[in-house]
């Protein structure tokens, strides 16, 4: 076991066992990583088969403690089977921790897992807003210090910009807590945790805008909850199940907190389920609080006649409304958290946009794609196009039409695109891009950069495009002159989430153009008049 004093006590420029293996965790262990580093976890590390095995069937470690998620190290098979310390770094490269290791275990589908404690070699400098990620025991020890207080301490956990509902309840909630027997303050400190991604800012610029709003003694602590594949599903966080409540109970814990709220808008978790599974906080479950539309007031729901209660807007809805530019109704939102969330996802006219087509060779994709960065420039916004040759020719020169090297053509198609949609740009993007997992790839990676993605299916017939051979490629495909040829000796996998099919049969290329400039306008993305 490692003791917190001595993973306290690294020293700058360690870099570890210098013939130790080296490796880089996915997202979801380099957050659990930063937990079990920072304190937030009482774990030592990641964790054994046996440990893991409890953990999912019972929700408990051997040793009885109740603990709801696997802490898990999976790594790749070609990491060296005999060694018996791994330095694992940040995703720049730069040494965080040492694990010794302990087991070496295969999970049920045979993905290699390592277990063992972690010292720490060095803070963590990477991942965004590393001012606001303070460990837990600073957060307890400036609360000691400032306050002296023992009294209840109210964690809020969020991935979501706080509302006028979200925020009467914490208010609500605060000020009940102070009231409770025994307790001599008139209301609990709350400590926001700001759950986001560790490379992403997600939120946490809207959520920080509310502080004005929150009782006198609020804190804001950033961390980053190991449910990655949850976070990308949308802008404003992904769904919270019991075990993501548990964790959070247990981070929240680790802060100093003695009760949890967790504000996953609408659908809150099902507070008694998770109570019974004995959480070290008590986690709330606030009164539900409507606008009552007549009196032009929030109230707990008991006092506000149904017919005269609104609902809270969705997040598609508030979605749709930032999408067109519009401004977030005062009733719902403060104003300056809209205004917040307008700057973080500005109208889709001002937002960053990947327009990717996919098809096969000879489908139409560049005829379409050149005429479309032509309407797309006459509208008046700045577009780059990365058509599949070009490509070919500069960022993918050398690579093959292996299965391993067209993922990678379009791996990095999609990281340029992601980067300049970034900064509001528009690209639109023109290769085969035959399999369904690459172009996820690229769906995922423009919108974590907080654009959109806009999938467009040249759906011509391979008949149609074999006959057209403008190239005279099929032909020597046909041949057999050309190895994996897509359509032919090479498989095409048919989109099923293409946010537009275009047929180019019987329409005209200037027509196929139109269609798709229509759409990208009926979707927001242009404006209505050129300019
Ligand atoms: N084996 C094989 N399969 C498919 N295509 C081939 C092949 N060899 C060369 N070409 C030419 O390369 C163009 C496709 O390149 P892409 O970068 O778009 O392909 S991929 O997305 O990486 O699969 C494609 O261009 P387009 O016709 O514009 O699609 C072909 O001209
Ligand atoms: N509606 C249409 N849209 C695009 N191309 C069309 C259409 N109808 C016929 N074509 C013809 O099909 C061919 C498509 O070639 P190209 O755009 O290079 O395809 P890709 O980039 O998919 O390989 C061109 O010769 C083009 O004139």
């Known amino acids: 076991m490692v003791s917190a004093e001595r993973r306290g006590s690294a020293s700058d420029g360690a870099v570890g066992r210098p013939d130790a293996p080296v490796f880089t965790p996915g997202p979801d262990a380099l957050a659990h990583l930063e937990l079990i580093l920072s304190g ?10 046996e440990q893991a095995v409890s953990v999912e069937r019972g929700g408990r470690l051997p040793d009885g403690r109740p603990w709801p998620v696997p802490v898990t190290l999976p790594v790749p098979a070609d990491l060296a089977a005999d060694t018996d310390t791994v ?17 070496r275990w295969e999970d049920d589908r045979g993905r290699p897992h390592l277990a063992g404690d972690v010292s720490l070699l060095r803070p963590p400098t990477y991942g965004v807003l590393r001012e606001l990620r303070a460990t ?17 301490l109210l964690a809020v956990v969020t991935d979501r910009p706080l509302h006028h509902r979200a925020l009467h309840q914490i208010r609500a909630e605060a000020e009940a807590l102070g009231r409770a027997p025994g307790v001599e303050v008139d209301r609990a400190e709350v400590l926001v945790l700001i759950d986001t991604g560790l490379e992403e800012e997600g939120m946490t610029a809207a959520v920080l805008a509310a502080r004005p709003l929150l009782p006198p003694r609020t804190s804001f602590v950033v961390c980053t909850l190991p449910r990655a594949a949850d976070r990308v599903s949308g802008p404003f966080g992904g769904p919270w199940n019991d075990r993501t409540v548990l964790l959070a109970a247990h981070v929240a814990a680790a802060h100093g907190a003695t009760h949890l709220m967790v504000e996953a808008g609408e659908r809150g978790p099902d507070v008694e389920r998770v109570m019974a599974r004995r959480p070290p906080v008590t986690v709330l479950d606030p009164e539900p609080w409507r606008f009552d539309a007549e009196e032009g007031l929030w109230e707990s729901l008991t006092r506000v006649d149904p017919v005269r209660a609104r609902r809270d807007l969705t997040d598609d809805e508030v979605e749709t409304e930032l999408a067109h530019g519009r401004e977030l109704p005062v009733w719902f939102t403060p104003a300056r958290v809209g205004a917040e969330l307008a700057r973080l996802r500005p109208a889709r006219t001002r937002r960053g946009l990947t327009v990717f087509f996919t098809g096969l060779s000879g489908s139409g994709k560049s005829t379409i794609a050149r005429g479309v ?14 058509d599949g040759d070009v490509v070919r020719r500069m960022l993918s ?63 011509t017939p391979l008949e149609v495009c074999e ?49 798709v400039l229509s759409a990208l306008r009926a979707g927001g993305w242009l404006p209505e008049q050129d300019h």
């Open 397 to 459: 020169h050398g690579l093959t039409f292996s299965r391993q090297d067209r993922e990678l053509n379009i791996r990095r198609i999609g990281y340029v695109a992601a980067e300049i949609g970034r900064h509001g740009g528009v690209t639109v993007c023109a290769p085969i891009a035959p399999y369904a997992r690459g172009r996820a790839e690229v769906r995922a990676l423009a919108e974590e950069a907080g654009g959109d993605f806009f999938l467009v299916h040249v759906a």
């Open 373 to 386: 960065r032509e309407g797309i420039r006459r509208s008046g916004r700045s577009v780059t196009l990365l």
């Open 136 to 152: 837990p025991a600073e957060v307890r020890a400036r609360r000691d210090l400032e306050r002296g207080s023992s009294g209840p």
């Open 87 to 103: 330095v694992l770094t940040d995703p720049e490269g730069a040494p965080l921790a040492e694990l010794v290791v302990a087991e």
């Open 40 to 49: 937030a976890y009482p774990l030592p590390g990641f964790m054994t088969r």
């Open 467 to 515: 006959a057209r051979d403008r190239k005279g490629l099929y032909a020597k495909a046909r041949a057999g002159e050309i190895p994996e040829f897509t359509g032919i000796s090479d498989p095409y996998e048919e989109p099923v989430d293409a946010d537009l099919v275009v047929d180019t049969v019987d329409t005209a290329p200037a027509d196929s153009v139109a269609v």
